[in-house]
């Protein structure tokens, strides 16, 4: 009974540390799920997939109007706007495609990723009002920076180029970019989030290596055991997953193969959740890394092409979008190998 009580309070600290992406995701129509009044996951409503149709035709509607102004546009060179052009078709398909992903395909796939979170945690992280703090206080500085910054360009945007073009060439592609923007935001903090599981689960798995190292009436005493061969026989099931976690006394029988069995059970949910985020956004991500490619080397061009060099600022937020995809995945990649060092360890010391 007092096991449920706290995972319950843990559960609900869990999905509030993650309500400054909610909010804002939940508001440009990019998120796949909901969470209830009593803190509970729960598939998107009627009302709120209505209200992300309404968005997407929004956003189809200012595609249009902004690839219009383009075609149309005659004050600018025509390599600027057949590139402007194809920027506007592919920014549009990307916020659409993530509008619609996220309204049905997506929804069951990130409530998954939400539990298994959940599931890791309540085995691996003790102090868990401590990191749901520190997650809440990241995702509200990161929602706040992001967002300021790219306002302050649309302003900076609006007030040099205004007497240049339409103000229909500027203002529909606006609230795309920013569909966008959030779709990336919220990519780099699950992947943040998994990365942050993985480095506990390492650190985990380094203290299990040291009490085996230690570990000196192992009970097992065949050369050609594996930890493969745990996962086969479950040894003593009766046990809670976390006792055996948590538990760094060597004087229980077995404890050693139990501690690898269930350290193997969390490495497969991480596994699932990497998997199940590739599957989420990895058609999304390549449209991103694309038009974010398009969009460094036509900026680079108007910085040379342009003595006021008008463009720099844009620069900026293009390479946010890049790094903002590639540094979470690479943080990730190297928690993984850390990850399999301490598997060799472990499978040496398991011999």
Not at 25 to 44: A, D, E, H, M, Q
Not at 145 to 173: G, R
Not at 235 to 245: E, F, G, M, Q, Y
Request: contains cysteine.
């Amino acid at each position: 009974m007092k096991n449920r009580k706290k995972n319950k309070v843990q559960s609900e600290e869990f999905l509030k540390s993650i309500k400054p992406v909610y909010y804002i995701s939940r508001f440009l129509g990019v998120f796949p799920f909901s969470i209830s009044k009593r803190n509970t996951l729960k598939y998107v409503s009627r009302r709120w997939k209505a209200y992300s149709i309404v968005l997407l035709i929004f956003v189809i509607s200012c595609g249009v109007v902004s690839f219009r102004e383009r075609v149309n546009s005659s004050e600018l060179k025509v390599t600027i706007v057949v590139t402007e052009s194809f920027l506007t078709i592919t920014t549009t398909i990307t916020a659409a495609v993530g509008i619609l992903l996220n309204i049905s395909v997506n929804q069951e796939k990130s409530i998954n990723v939400m539990e298994k979170l959940f599931k890791i945690d309540k085995l691996i992280v003790p102090d868990y009002d401590v990191l749901y703090g520190k997650m809440c206080k990241f995702f509200i500085i990161h929602i706040i920076v992001v967002i300021s910054c790219t306002i302050a360009l649309f302003a900076y945007d609006v007030i040099v180029w205004l007497d240049e073009v339409s103000i229909l060439y500027l203002m529909p592609s606006y609230p795309i970019r920013l569909i966008n923007i959030c779709i990336i935001v919220g990519f780099c903090d699950v992947v943040f989030l998994t990365k942050n599981r993985i480095s506990i689960f390492n650190s985990k798995l380094e203290e299990s290596l040291k009490d085996f190292k230690g570990f000196k009436d192992f009970t097992v005493n065949n050369r050609d055991f594996r930890i493969h061969d745990i996962n086969i026989v479950r040894i003593i099931p009766s046990r809670p997953i976390s006792d055996v976690i948590k538990n760094h006394s060597t004087n229980l029988k077995y404890s050693k193969q139990e501690k690898l069995h269930e350290l193997r059970l969390i490495w497969d949910d991480i596994c699932d959740i990497v998997s199940l985020i590739n599957n989420m956004y990895g058609l999304l991500i390549l449209f991103v890394i694309g038009v974010a490619t398009i969009e460094l080397l036509l900026s680079s061009y108007l910085v040379l092409a342009t003595i006021l060099n008008l463009q720099l600022a844009w620069l900026f937020l293009y390479f946010f979008k890049i790094i903002s995809v590639t540094a979470p995945c690479q943080s990730v990649v190297n928690e993984v190998e850390n990850t399999e060092v301490f598997d060799s360890e472990t499978f040496i010391v398991g011999r």
